[in-house]
């Protein structure tokens, strides 16, 4: 197996599972968490490692390291690995993306943002995903014609914050998520429903061939998708909110062993289902359109990474994210997106206009 991002949320649950099921690591890579990484290279023996941070190098403890992202590159060529999991955060993770599938490995993807700014220039048939609504979605799949696919949010850690105090919440409260340990980007991503709109982007690449998608919340993280089929039944995939069930069948052919405890549905009493609303979320004012137009996810792509990043700097404030990316979106709403040169450049353009 190569992973890449191993000392994130995603990377420590894949070595988890790699170690159950005595997968061999070929190559770690990570940002710039030397400390997390050294202990993993000391366990996991990988035959290379890929640091982003270049000035980084010296302190690692391994003989075949490589830096910076074009060495990364090559050092997924060098692999014999047919797998890669794919668990970098943000665009960073696009080009991994393109050059295993290039090289013709399996890719299972976490790096959710590579089919939210390039999805139409990837092929996503060698691609599974390992985000759990779409994990969800595939698992419920049958060969029947399907009305709509809908994926649960949960809200995130302001779905029950008084409307008018959204704007003084700290980055403390906002990495406060009520379900899930994930990334602190992703964190954030939830908490302005940003997240499900990506997800619905990523669906819509998974599945090119449903015509209608759609979110809601529910509260538990327990039910993760619901497949409604034209005959008038629904299926639904319930699980625990835990992503080692979602990664053990990206990485291995057949799981036929426990990975979680059942959900016990008596002990739950009940669920709860909210309609996502613009006032408390006002990302999902773009919705339609943007699924008319799915190009257009670079452009949020890029401008919520940079909003994102300065809300956890302490910059500006939560509301301040979506503000950003909506002026961004209205900016650039005609921008013709026709190729994977395209998507770079813009993605570059809109940082430098932050
Ligand atoms: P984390 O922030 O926990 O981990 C991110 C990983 O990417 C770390 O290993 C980090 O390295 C590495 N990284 C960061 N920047 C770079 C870079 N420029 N080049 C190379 N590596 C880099 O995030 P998560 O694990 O939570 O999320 C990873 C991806 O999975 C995201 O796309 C997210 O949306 C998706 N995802 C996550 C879920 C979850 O439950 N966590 C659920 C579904 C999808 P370091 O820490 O060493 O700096
Ligand atoms: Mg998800």
Redesign the pocket.
């Known amino acids: 197996l190569i992973l890449?991002?191993?000392?994130?949320?995603?990377?420590l649950n894949t070595l988890a599972i790699a170690e159950r099921y005595a997968i061999d690591i070929e190559l770690l890579?990570?940002?710039?968490?030397v400390e997390?990484?050294n202990g993993q290279i000391a366990r996991f023996k990988p035959k290379y490692v890929a640091i982003?941070d270049k000035r980084l190098k010296s302190k690692i403890n391994h003989t075949r390291i490589f830096c910076g992202?074009e060495e990364?590159l090559e050092a997924i060529a060098l692999c014999k690995s047919e797998t890669v999991v794919n668990?970098?955060?943000?665009f960073?993770?696009l080009r991994s993306t393109i050059r295993s599938l290039e090289l013709g490995k399996k890719v299972a993807l976490?790096?959710?943002?590579s089919l939210v700014v390039a999805g139409a220039f990837i092929d996503t048939t060698q691609i599974t995903p390992?985000?759990?609504e779409h994990f969800a979605l595939s698992y419920l799949v049958q060969d029947k014609p399907i009305k709509k696919m809908s994926i649960t949010a949960s809200g995130g850690s302001f779905r029950d914050y008084p409307l008018e105090k959204l704007g003084d919440v700290t980055v403390k409260e906002a990495l406060n998520h009520p379900n899930?340990s994930?990334?602190?980007?992703?964190t954030i991503?939830s908490a302005t429903m940003t997240?499900k709109l990506f997800e619905l982007l990523e669906a819509k690449w998974l599945f090119p061939k449903v015509q209608h998608f759609d979110a809601f919340i529910e509260t538990q993280s327990i039910m993760h998708a619901v497949i409604d089929f034209v005959d008038g039944s629904s299926t639904t995939h319930l699980a625990g909110a835990d992503?080692k069930l979602p990664i053990a069948y990206a990485i291995k052919d057949a799981v036929e062993e426990p990975i979680l405890p059942p959900v016990d549905l008596v002990a739950l009493g009940s669920l709860e289902f909210r309609a996502i609303c613009e006032d408390r979320y006002p990302i999902w004012a773009i919705k339609e359109h943007i699924l008319e137009h799915p190009h257009l996810g670079v452009v949020v792509n890029a401008a919520n990474e940079v909003a994102v990043a300065q809300f956890l700097d302490g910059k500006i404030g939560f509301l301040d994210i979506g503000e950003r990316v909506l002026e961004t979106y209205d900016r650039y709403r005609d921008v013709k997106v026709v190729s994977l040169e395209d998507v770079f450049a813009l993605d570059e353009e809109i940082r430098k206009s932050f």
């Not at 890579?29 to 968490?33: C, D, P, Q």
Request: overall charge negative.
């Open positions: 890449l991002g191993s000392t994130g949320s995603i990377g890579s990570a940002g710039k968490n997390v990484l982003s992202e990364l668990a970098i955060v943000g960073a993770g976490a790096n959710k943002e390992i985000d759990s899930w994930m990334g602190s980007k992703i991503d997240n992503m």
